[in-house]
């Protein structure tokens, strides 16, 4: 009986077994891949490939009051520049908001296009768009296409987070959008 019963068991552990790294493999193509990590005061940057770093940095141009201010950073490699970019349009949104949230800890995404930046989105909430940046209230996490990036797109979405991080209650949506509006245009005063 026993010896019937073991190729049975065999086999749905098998069956499990394969069920389950189908599950996985599903999981990991679902999911922008991610090669790099670094964390600041503020943000989690999570990027796959150096070139996208650096066509980034690139094209997050820095006006000359905020240029003079990342001169006191350390930065010796891309990555620090980025880096320290970010953690600056924070601070700065702060300012333009005059909101200093205690908590302010977010995850920034480099995906390459609109089109990878439509892809987590439509993974998330199921719906398909043509946003070129968007900041996720749910994972604290902006997600944004280096195609298109600006510094006032980034500073539009940490606008978002900012927002997010100070109010207890979630302000209405529009509010929440003219809020973003309010940093993006003052980003670089
Ligand atoms: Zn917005």
New binding site residues.
Partial sequence: MIKLLTPDITFCRRLVFVCLWAVFCLAILEQPVVAAERHSKYARLLYNDKELLRDFNDKIYLGSKLRRMIRKKNIVTVEDEVIAKIDLIIEKAEVVLNMFPDNMKITVVLLPNKSAVARVYKQNYGKNVSHIAYYSLSQDTIYISVRNARLRVLA?EVG?AVVDHYFKVRPPYNMH?LM??FTEKHISD
Wanted: hydrophobic share 20%; proline share 0%.
């Fill in positions: 539009h978002h959008e973003a509006q």
